[in-house]
């Protein structure tokens, strides 16, 4: 297990270290064909990891590879953004499912001040949007905001080490959706596409970490 584990850590960092390239070498177009790997190799990870497959993650993870595809392939905004946040809406609602120690109440009570707090931002673009991916940019925002809330309400509920990395997961996705939504539409700067890219797979890596322990309960945080 820890092997998988060794082998998904070190080939992340390798497609990172290409995206860095990427930075100072813009005419490096392998970078394109390099970006759309990281998801297909936690999908294999997964595979090799577990027995009972999470359908609802699986799933999740076809968005995010579909949203690859049509963001940095087909470069088609509206279908690529509304695919993530479909896979990101998904891993709210495992989240939810799972986290059967989540306190109703503390999540009613929290959730009208971290829409404020989280949404305040997106004030600042909301200006600079197009009509025409409004909505879709919209649904992002909320599904990212969603994850979120679930990962940091699931983390105060049952601190341990396996919500940790949930919580990871979940501030990680809102650091990627802030620098994404710079780069769109405050400053065209391929080094916030940069960072966005590796806050993304930083984050579905603590994601897998996250469904494996709870998927498979004999692990320990240690093995994976």
């Known amino acids: 297990m820890k092997r998988i584990a060794v082998f998904l850590i ?3 960092m390798c497609i990172s270290c290409v995206n ?12 394109n064909y390099i970006l759309v790997l990281p998801i297909p190799l936690i999908i294999l990870s997964y595979f090799l990891c577990v027995e009972q497959k999470n359908i609802l993650y699986l799933l999740a993870l076809v ?3 579909i949203g ?5 392939i087909e470069e088609d905004f509206i279908n690529g953004i509304t ?18 120690y989540i306190s109703t109440r503390r999540l009613l009570v929290s959730a ?10 997106f004030f600042f673009f909301v200006d600079k949007i197009e009509d025409n991916i409004f909505s879709e940019v919209v649904f992002y925002t909320s599904a990212v905001g969603f994850f979120s809330l679930m990962s940091i309400i699931a983390y105060v509920s049952k601190r341990d080490a396996v919500t940790m990395k949930l ?32 806050l993304f797979m930083y984050s579905n890596f603590k994601m897998w970490q996250y ?5 498979e309960p004999l692990l320990t945080t240690e093995e994976i």
Request: net charge negative; with cysteine; aromatic share 18%.
């Open 10 to 12: 070190a080939a992340l």
């Open 167 to 198: 919580l990871a997961a979940g501030v990680t996705t809102t650091l990627m959706g802030i620098t994404y939504g710079v780069y769109l539409f405050l400053g065209y700067n391929a080094l916030y596409i940069v960072i966005a890219d590796m």
């Open 211 to 215: 469904i494996i322990i709870k998927d």
């Open 112 to 121: 009208v001040p971290f829409v404020i707090m989280y949404m305040s931002p």
């Open 68 to 72: 690859d595809y049509c963001f940095i």
């Open 83 to 100: 695919s993530c946040a479909i896979g990101l809406s998904l891993y709210g609602i495992i989240v939810l499912w799972q986290g059967h």
């Open 63 to 65: 968005g995010f590879m």
């Open 20 to 31: 860095i390239l990427w930075f100072f070498f813009p005419e490096l177009t392998i970078r």
